[in-house]
């Protein structure tokens, strides 16, 4: 009897255990599924990618709105560790679609196409259980967006007019995302619960060189956003589910400088900037992004979890560095106030262009956490965008910054 009463208790235990250990890692670590992170390119600047709305792979968890900011045809995978060096194995992959037009942009990590999963199994025995425990949670993800500055310039394009870009002055775009979280964990007896995100971002361009001009020229382009996003808002399913997932506010700054080099055969160092100039893509390339974080967690249906509503305020900075748009370094830092992670988080990227309609994209993150094993996140990403050419991108559209 009291055999089978150990091991009964373990197999009640560990998944909880397992959440507790989970929650308890700070967030640039890990989360449970419908909070967690899964960009790469973000995750090397300490997941500060709510106001970048330029370059690389956007942060589409952090901001539904820079869905409408990817022009073309985008799938992705990636994957990442959650839980090193705990005990746990906790693995997540993921694989999503995104298509943006004519300043509209849609999005899946779901039915049809893909979906996020997060396998964790225990690789030591608790409690003297005579089985290692293990259970799966999925989610699905649909979001819309769209884009002010977008959808003047394809109109534009449309009626055949030959006037200035208004994306190469500025913009504001809107969206949401919509979720579904599901577990098999035995403690929540398949469990399912509906989240909802919502964010926009402003730009300007108050310096481009370049700007109403399809030669590429030299000079500086500085562009500088904002965003403001309410992440993980409960609209339906099951409050024991939802309770394990924070609720974010985010407030995200971003400053982009590019510089564009030498614009004539003539000029010093043109020589060896020219080849790569079939990208489309600058010489020099500079983010810098910062978010504010306000979690606040939920009222608890479990015993072994605190009840009471509670807040913390996480700041994250990041800076991102790319060349020819071909190569680019990360560096963020986490703080969490006192007593939080101080340690940074890095990356890199690798990106394989093809002209102006499109790119092939590998991109890495080393994240700080408060195990000895630092979590580490890995993204592919395909980019395909035919109508780039007709529509003539503007100088700072991510077809052209390439970062």
């Not at 309770?243 to 060896?272: I, N």
Request: charged share 20%.
């Amino acid at each position: 009897m009291g055999r089978w009463w150990t091991w009964a208790r373990a197999r009640a235990c560990a998944p909880p255990c397992a959440l507790l250990v989970a929650l308890a890692v700070p967030r640039a670590g890990a989360q449970v599924l419908p909070g967690a992170e899964t960009s790469a390119r973000a995750g090397g600047m300490a997941d500060a990618g709510a106001a970048v709305g330029w370059g690389g792979r956007l942060d589409l968890r952090a901001n539904p709105a820079l869905v409408a900011l990817a022009p073309g045809i985008t799938v992705t995978t990636e994957a990442s560790d959650r839980l090193p060096g705990t005990g746990f194995d906790a693995r997540l992959r993921e694989t999503g679609f995104a298509l943006s037009a004519f300043g509209v942009g849609l999005a899946s990590a779901g039915r049809p196409w893909g979906g996020t999963d997060l396998a964790i199994s225990s690789t030591v025995q608790l409690a003297g259980g005579p089985e290692p425990i293990g259970w799966s949670e999925r989610l699905e993800a649909k979001s819309a967006a769209i884009s002010a500055a977008g959808l003047a310039d394809g109109l534009g394009a449309l009626l055949g007019l030959d006037g200035p870009h208004v994306g190469d002055w500025g913009d504001i775009a809107w969206g949401r995302t919509w979720k579904r979280a599901t577990t098999d964990a035995p403690f929540l007896f398949w469990e399912q619960a509906v989240f909802r995100d919502e964010g926009w971002i402003a730009r300007v361009v108050p310096i481009d060189t370049r700007r109403g001009s399809d030669v590429p020229g030299g000079g500086l382009r500085v562009e500088a956003s904002f965003a403001r996003t309410s992440l993980n808002g409960i609209t339906g399913g099951s409050t024991a589910l939802a309770s394990l997932t924070d609720e974010e506010q985010r407030t995200g700054a971003g400053l982009h400088l590019t510089w564009w080099g030498p614009s004539r055969e003539s000029a010093p160092g043109a020589g060896w900037i020219e080849p790569f100039r079939g990208a489309a893509s600058p010489p020099v390339d500079v983010t810098l992004a910062w978010d504010r974080v306000t979690s606040t967690s939920r009222p608890s249906a479990f015993l072994l979890i605190p009840s009471a509503v509670t807040s913390r305020v996480v700041h994250d900075l990041g800076a991102e560095v790319a060349l020819f748009g071909l190569v680019s370094g990360r560096l963020g830092a986490v703080s969490d106030g006192p007593g939080g992670i101080q340690h940074p988080a890095w990356g890199w990227g690798a990106r394989l262009p093809f002209g102006a309609y499109g790119e092939l994209r590998y991109d890495f993150a080393s994240l700080p956490s408060t195990f000895v094993k630092r979590p580490h996140r890995h993204e592919l990403a395909l980019r395909v965008d035919p109508l780039a050419r007709w529509l003539r991108r503007p100088s700072g559209d991510a077809t052209r910054s390439g970062s």
